[in-house]
């Protein structure tokens, strides 16, 4: 698991030997070694500077189940690259043997035996543990978290992301860049902020009425004799992707010119390493580094990508540290004469029965879970099937969303939309309402009931896909297609906006979607103010307690072609 | 994403008026007020910086800036709105800088097109696509 023992040594000059960074044995040793703390966390210390990553946690304070996802279609110039590589061609790339602790933690193949066999990932307490050990190692390791934070389970949307906040504040970032946060309201935002002891960062927030800067853009730090800059780079279409009314005033955006004049700026200041601290998600982090020089670093996030090694566009090198606490990176670098030399990294597996947690975290998580531990216990039903969100296009957690939006709101066609957040269940576990939240939980959560024409449902699906499918990454938004339940189609991915979709059809009749007709529609998380409609968890409990067990059959309506 | 009643209404609006303006005329529209302005002479593609979102967050007021040192006029057209001029600005030969930035409403994702009159008589341009989308599911 000690990847790149050849580049110890190596010096970025010598650009044939980091060209030859592609995938290689990365778990070689890890699949005959066995599951223990020490193994997790050994690791050969180097240079002068350790940089620790988390991303994404989603407000998951305690371990569970997390399905890497199966359909992660790659266009343009990242078509077939990591992290668009899923599966046994995952397992090949990085020479992980299926079966494998490695092969459970970083891909879907085999994943309801493997989770039996493993147990469950992640937990804050144990997160804590592995920060710990890295620390104790190199005191001055700089912990930076990516975002998705203070957002995503029960205890976070009923506390309003205190419970996170505080948990953090136990963790000691050092800076942490941002995008859901947001969705708790500017006030709320604000609020933490000024209460902060490390620094929110994001060089693309800006005031939307003088398009000057509204955040902090970067933190210099001197760590190993060497100056540090970590600059933050917050989701760039929060106010497309998310409800801007709820932080209105502020602008986002991709500004690569921004990015270019404040790498700039810190090198011009004497940063030795420019480390960015991005919620872009993977492509646009990609091309980024290749538009943008002198950045050395970036953690990426938002895509929820977990890759055991880094991908180098040029001499920089991508970190991709998945989600929901499932894994901490740590990256040992070498920082001398204004420059960075070589590294050393490892995407550490949280695996919650291996690493002891730490009695301080566990203890906070038990405080700020105990004001709703029987309300969020109850539990609601059984799951017959495996839940799971992520995917391109559709996931078992979504299609039973749908499945109740359709029943409950009485309604010819449901959509869900493609978030990445939300954890797994495993067939036969109960479904608490804890687990009902951890998949639904957030601000503007109203399930409206509507009409819309045929018209209008194939524009939203194109406008969706492009998001997506997009071959230039700056258009990309990040998220997966919205789901869709009550109605099949067709996609191609390699087409332009407006011919994508072809053929949507009405399950329950088996007719061609009229584009004249008007259908009624059930859906969730409109970013639109003023949406009415129960609280989209009222619509799936309701629905998961009248049928007791729930069972959700493949699904096959949407078919792909292209990729 | 935007799934109420109100918003598909105006979304269909948005393209009922669209459909009476085809992209081809619009196009056609466009490339008549670039000849006006070169003259028909072939432009060049260095020399002017044109920076605008890649997603508008918001159609109506769409933040766009265009810097070409050197320039003496600098011509700005949104390439699909039903008028597409935008702007035509002249820096005279005190002008400390050879740069405009102002707002701009787009009808629909399309390519804004700066063009740069320079001292010498030669022509630069840029394009960008901007999309106006109807909302995301950022996840």
Known sequence: MISRRDFLQAALAASAVWGASGAGNWARLAAQQALTQDRLLEFDTFGNVTLIHVTDIHGQLVPLWFREPEINIGVGAAAGQPPHVTGADFLKLYGIAPGT????ALSYVDFVSLAKGYGRMGGLDRVATVINAIRADRPEALLLDGGDTWHGSYTCLRSDAQDMVNAMNLLKPDAMTSHWEFTLGVDRVTEIVDGLDFAFLGANIFDAEWDEPAYEPYRMFERGGAQIAVIGQAFPYLPIANPKWMFPGLSFGVREERMAEVVQEVRGKGADLVVLLSHNGFDVDRKMAGNVPGIDVILTGHTHDALPEPVMVGQTLLIASGSNGKFVTRLDLDVREGR?????????????????????????????????????????????SLLYRRGNFNGTWD??????????????????????????LLPGDPITREDLYSATAMTYPNAYRSEMTGEMLHTILEDVADNLFNPDPYYQQGGDMVRVGGMGYRIDVTKPQGSRITDMTLLKTGEAVDPARSYVVSGWASVGEGTEGPPIWEVVESYVKRQGTVRVDPNTSVVVSGA | MEFTRRGAMALGAGLAAALMLPAQALRAAADDKIAEFTGGAAMG????TLTTPEIAENGNTVPIEVSAPGAVEILVLASANPTPDVARVSFGPLAGAQRLSTRIRLGGTQDVIAIAKMADGSF????NTVKVTIGGCGG
Not at chain 1, 101 to 104: G, I, M, N, V
Not at chain 1, 399 to 405: E, T
């Open chain 2, 124 to 127: 630069q341009r840029a394009a």
């Open chain 1, 101 to 104: 602790p490695e092969a459970y």
């Open chain 1, 340 to 384: 960075m030399m070589g590294f050393r990294h490892k995407l550490i597996p949280v695996f919650s029965d291996a690493i002891a947690p730490d009695p301080e975290m566990a203890a906070l998580i038990d405080r700020e879970r105990a004001p709703y531990r029987d309300e969020m216990a109850e539990v609601l039903g059984t799951t017959d």
């Open chain 1, 399 to 424: 299609d039973l969303i749908c499945n109740a939006l359709i029943d409950e709101r009485e309604a010819d066609i449901a959509l869900s939309p493609g978030f990445r957040w939300g954890p797994s």
């Open chain 2, 45 to 48: 593609e260095g020399g002017i």
